[in-house]
């Protein structure tokens, strides 16, 4: 009667979902302020006061019918220049409005990349790094391609070049770059990415077609100690790259990012003309208006990275002095450290017991790891860090 995929998928709750819905039972049971939520990747700084300035002073000045009536497809044009200078403004790129295509975020950002890109060839392929957001794989699986994973790097969680060799084919099609990371809250180096696009060319040479990287982008911003994120498409022509504003201004619930596809990628206008196409059965009609022009209005509005850098800090140094083994954070807002015990899972609802709601790194691809989101307030982090010193003693 249903697709039983389709019903798969609604009604079993991820993993991170789960723990977060514990969460909130548990706090009614005993305090909120007595249940350390690491779970759930929402940020917790507030939007920019820019952000309620450009709402208001939008909907006051605005013809209605323009601001709430469709834009084209790919994004009011003006809105699409404004950012596009922005970009290169930063990154010294040299786009223009053509280049862009406004999306619902991140997520419908690179699911329309996988179905622009996927050639109805069921063996089609799209490669991701451990640890990776989990999300993908449904989301490569949904225009019907494969998504195979390449092992961790636990030293530094950079990339495994010989792995990804390993895996590289005639069927691959892309591979999804996400730096900063979720979870590990690594940056890729300059180094890794020089690699990744020796490597890429080099096989695209070999199998006579393009390999993308999509550069999933939605913690840009939000990267600490000065550290650069290199802007992927400098590197490696055949480059899409998906932007959000989800977490760079706080913005998850109000769906807008976009996808900029360089002039230089293997056939512009047909790529660009797929991912109109793939954008137009997955019933995107267009992002929403009024956030295009908020995004517009607000695009060089600097993140509120000072609060997320300094509970990392304060996590880490807690997470450390415990005696767990970790990664200093580079960028976005979640810590990835070694679990005391090999089954990650396991650990995961040992910690349970000391009210600590940690993600098993298993769902990221990454075993034997577990995910700390330090997306919350300060207190919780400073509350929490007796209870990571119970769960530590409890394992010697
Ligand atoms: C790595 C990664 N990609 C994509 C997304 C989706 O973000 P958006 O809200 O922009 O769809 C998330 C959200 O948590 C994420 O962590």
Redo the contacts with the bound molecule.
């Keep these: 009667m249903v697709s039983e995929r389709m019903y798969a998928l609604g009604t079993k709750k991820s993993t991170i979902r789960t723990i977060f819905e514990y969460g909130k039972k548990r706090a009614a049971e005993v305090g909120e302020e007595n249940v350390y939520d690491f779970s759930i990747?929402n940020p917790n700084v507030p939007a920019p006061e820019a952000v309620k300035t450009a709402v208001i002073d939008i909907l006051e000045t605005m013809d209605s019918c323009l601001l709430h009536g469709y834009t084209v497809a790919p994004g009011d044009p003006q809105v699409r220049e404004t950012i596009a200078a922005s970009i290169n403004r930063r990154f010294g790129t040299a786009f223009a409005g053509k280049n862009l295509f406004m999306t619902?975020?991140?997520?419908?950002?690179?699911t329309i990349c996988f179905k622009a890109l996927h050639e109805d060839d069921a063996d089609d392929e799209f490669i991701a790094f451990a640890p990776?957001?989990p999300?993908?794989a449904c989301f490569v699986e949904s225009v019907g391609a494969r998504l195979s994973v390449v092992p961790a790097n636990t030293d530094d969680f950079q990339i495994q070049f010989a792995e990804l060799e390993k895996l590289l084919s005639p069927k691959t099609k892309a591979v999804i770059v996400?730096s900063p990371?979720?979870?590990s809250g690594v940056v890729y180096s300059e180094a890794t990415i020089r690699k990744l696009a020796e490597l890429l060319t080099a096989k695209e040479k070999e199998y006579g077609h393009p390999i993308f990287i999509i550069s999933?982008e939605?913690?840009r911003e939000l990267v600490y100690g000065g550290l650069t994120v290199p802007y992927i498409t400098r590197y490696y022509r055949n480059t899409l790259v998906?932007y959000?504003?989800?977490?760079s201004l706080s913005l998850?619930g109000e769906?807008?990012?976009y996808i900029a596809v360089p002039d230089e990628v293997s056939d512009f206008g047909r790529i660009y003309g797929a991912i109109a196409g793939a954008a137009r059965v997955l019933t995107h009609v267009n992002a929403s208006s009024l956030f295009q022009r908020v995004a517009a209005r607000c695009v060089d509005e600097p993140s509120n990275i000072a609060a997320y850098e300094h509970n990392g800090e304060l996590l880490y140094q807690g997470l450390v002095e415990a005696g767990f083994e970790c990664q200093k954070p580079q960028g976005?807002f979640y810590l990835f450290p070694k679990a005391l015990e090999q089954d990650d899972r396991a650990f995961c609802d040992r910690a349970k017991q000391y009210d600590l709601l940690l993600v098993p790194g298993s769902d990221f691809g990454c075993p034997g790891y577990f995910r700390a989101a330090y997306c919350i307030k300060e207190s919780t982090i400073c509350n929490s860090l007796p209870a990571f010193q119970k769960l530590a003693a409890s394992y010697r």
């Design positions: 990747g619902s975020g991140a997520a419908a950002a690179i990776y957001f999300e993908y996400n990371n979720n979870p999933d939605p913690y998906c959000s504003w989800s977490k998850p769906r807008i990012g976005a």
